[in-house]
């Protein structure tokens, strides 16, 4: 591949793909007189519902509030265990602490980055409750082992697929086996599908509905969006609710974006392999696994991995000097351990923690960085991207040797 100079403009890790549907959408929606929780965010459930193949999504504030949800749903509280992979968004983790369990990490596969499955077995205890892996950038664990635990030791399962919108397991939709109680998705502006921001929580057992419903707003009886459907202004407080309803600006922004959202996950397997093919021969950085025919990748990240040995860089140098190329990365994300908090929390409860440490997530964490990548990147971004890396890869050579 030809060298290329350095970037003019500044080129982000992310940016969200919005259209002029989506503008269209929100300029009518604000028209309408109706903007917050009612006909379009109904309109986007059954849209979602369909696309993922499940039976009911419901659309809410974020997908920190559906991970909530899905814990508290399914009982989950004071002296249970959760166990999840050490290598999440602090949130995942977060939510179980919040519910007052305590979570349990297992060590992620060092090709994947995905928790571990041949891992959660051996963490099983008493109090363990359900099981919460995270679909790391797009990519789908191995669930049909972690189903198969679950069912043998009567655990709940509690998908995190904030970044798997549009991905396949086994030929369907994350979210669309009911072997999973939950299965949570987040529109943030970094993800496949946005919504500004915004989540949904997807669930086979309707008998959740009713509780997931009231929970998200203020517990009230009376349906969020339609406060006075029988021409009355009173109604009933069950219990004490949350509020986490979401807008019908958002719901706008999502029925835009839905119908491209296959598009979307096809341009970024294109770059992401575009990626993979041009840095095959640069055995300094380590690449991220693609998907295959069982786990479909809608490669919501590109995650890198540098081999410090092999550099002669730290993570941080080698994210500085793209910088300095005009070319941005992310970092997803931080060790739970860079965390004041989570620091003495396992302190405190080293039952959280596997006996032989956490090593392949601790490297992963120490070397990773996020590479641009999002649907209206150009070949040529990517070539700059490559390029700008080889560069600093072959001045890290060059020092090393001297
Ligand atoms: C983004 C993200 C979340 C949180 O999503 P929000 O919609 O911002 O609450 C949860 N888990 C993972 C793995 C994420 O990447």
Redesign the pocket.
């Known amino acids: 591949m030809q060298d290329r100079p350095r970037r003019e403009s500044f080129l982000p890790f992310s940016r969200p793909a919005i259209g002029e549907e989506e503008i269209a959408g929100v300029v009518e929606t604000l028209r309408s007189g109706w903007i917050t929780t009612g006909p379009r965010a109904a309109r986007f459930e059954e849209a979602l519902s369909a696309y993922n193949e499940v039976p009911r999504c419901l659309a809410l504030l ?4 559906g ?1 909530e949800l899905a814990l508290s749903a399914l009982g989950i509280g004071e002296g249970d265990e959760v166990i999840t992979t050490a290598h ?2 602090v ?2 983790v977060s939510n179980v602490v919040l519910r007052g369990a305590v979570p349990v990490l297992v060590d992620v596969e060092p090709d994947t980055m995905n928790l571990d499955a041949e891992r959660i077995e051996e963490r099983i205890t008493s109090r363990t409750k359900a099981i919460l892996p ?1 679909h790391y950038g797009g990519l789908p664990c191995r669930m049909e082992r972690i189903w198969e635990i679950a069912r043998r030791h009567g655990l709940a399962v509690v998908e ?1 697929a ?2 798997t919108m549009g991905a396949r397991y086994a030929g369907r939709r994350i979210g669309s086996d009911a072997r999973s109680a939950f299965s949570v998705y ?3 502006p ?2 496949n599908l946005t919504t500004i ?3 949904a929580i997807a669930f086979h057992d309707l008998r959740h509905e009713a509780y997931l419903k009231l929970q998200r707003f203020h517990g009230i009886a009376r349906g969020a969006g339609t406060p006075y459907p029988d021409g009355s202004p009173l109604y009933d407080v069950p219990m004490p609710g949350r509020k986490s309803n979401f807008t019908d600006v958002q719901a706008a922004v999502g029925l835009a974006q839905l119908p491209k959202l296959d598009a979307f996950a096809a341009r970024r397997r294109e770059l992401a392999r575009l990626y993979l093919t041009l840095l095959a021969d640069l055995p300094e950085v380590e690449l991220p696994a693609d998907g295959d025919a069982e786990r479909e990748h809608c490669w919501n990240l590109f995650v890198l991995r540098n081999r410090p040995e092999a550099t002669g860089l730290t993570r941080d140098a080698m994210t500085a000097a793209l910088k300095a190329e005009n070319v941005g990365t992310g970092i ?1 994300w931080q060790g739970l351990f860079a965390f004041s908090f989570y620091r003495d929390y396992f302190a405190r409860h080293p039952e959280g923690l596997p006996k032989d440490g956490l090593p392949h997530a601790t490297r992963t964490t120490e070397n990773l960085m996020s590479l641009p990548l999002f649907p209206a990147m150009t070949e040529e971004d990517v070539l700059d991207v490559v390029s700008a890396l080889r560069r600093i890869v072959a001045a890290g050579r060059r020092r090393a040797r001297s």
């Open positions: 974020s997908a920190t509030t991970l999440t968004f949130c995942t995270v995190d904030a970044h987040s529109f943030h970094n993800k921001e915004g989540g997803h």
